[in-house]
């Protein structure tokens, strides 16, 4: 009845899974990436004006294309987290967490008691809006609903190994551009000598409590071979690149080539 998280499947195995994240709202960009092979999106409500009624549209897409859905919320709030995955989401990704605290006042939010403070209710779409299949789907959710706390603040790599640590805590991502602002260099990411030492020990710690690293590759490089050194740096979890900066990047480089015919 319900879909299996294909990125917690390929960690098992030891495989990369590799996302697309969506800014765009459009349920078909969403069937595109899940039928060109990728094994998940980010939907985006950090940056977007994404509402959820269209984070429910865009995971039912991704329901239809075999593709797990993951979600990052605007804040770390109970009430935004919870509603996501009634949506149907495999999981939530929470940016700018601060300590362990913090990573575990989402993680209530995410699982019901006693594992943690969840509100429950079966009318819902990811409960089928039955009640009768309610223990079946509290069995999936344990299964395979999963947390990701972005670490791009600076005070949360002085917590770094107590958040690694945290049941529930499987997967943990990097923001290379943030955590660079938050230490004050500016958003040139992992260009900046102290965000790479940020990266290690973020790294460290990952590895001493064996949770998986997520990253994505630098802007403004070849995205192949960005991959390629996130790989070789110990990435486990790629989110390749977003809608809205593909179509844009292509669209002036499109403009480049055909203003060069006729502006000598």
Not at 226 to 248: E, H, I, P
Request: net charge negative; glycine share 10%.
């Amino acid at each position: 009845m319900w879909s299996e998280n294909r990125v917690l499947k390929k960690i098992s195995a030891g495989q990369i899974p590799y996302g697309f994240e969506i800014m765009l709202d459009s349920p078909r960009i969403v069937e595109m990436v899940g039928w060109a092979g990728f094994d998940f999106v980010q939907l985006d409500q950090e940056h977007t004006p994404f509402g959820i009624e269209t984070i429910e549209n865009l995971i039912r897409a991704a329901d239809a294309t075999g593709l797990t859905s993951l979600v990052r919320v605007a804040q770390n709030n109970p009430k935004d987290i919870s509603r996501v995955l009634e949506a149907g989401a495999h999981g939530v990704i929470v940016p700018q967490v601060i300590d362990a605290a913090d990573v575990q006042k989402a993680l209530d939010a995410v699982y019901y008691e006693p594992k943690g403070r969840r509100g429950m209710c079966p009318v819902t779409r990811v409960a089928r809006f039955d009640d009768a299949v309610w223990s079946d789907y509290l069995a999936w959710m344990q299964r395979e609903v999963m947390f990701i706390p972005l670490i791009e603040n600076a005070s949360a790599l002085e917590s770094i190994d107590e958040i690694c640590a945290l049941p529930g805590v499987s997967v943990i991502g990097f923001g290379a551009g943030d955590l660079g602002q938050s230490l004050g260099v500016g958003a040139r990411g992992l260009a900046e000598p102290i965000v790479q030492k940020a990266f290690e020990k973020v790294r460290e710690a990952a590895r001493r409590h064996n949770v998986v690293l997520k990253g994505m590759p630098v802007i403004g490089d070849d995205p192949t071979e960005s991959v390629r050194k996130l790989l070789a740096m110990g990435v486990g979890m790629v989110m390749y690149d977003a809608d809205a900066l593909l179509f844009s990047r292509q669209c002036r480089s499109i403009m480049g080539g055909i203003r060069s015919l006729t502006e000598a």
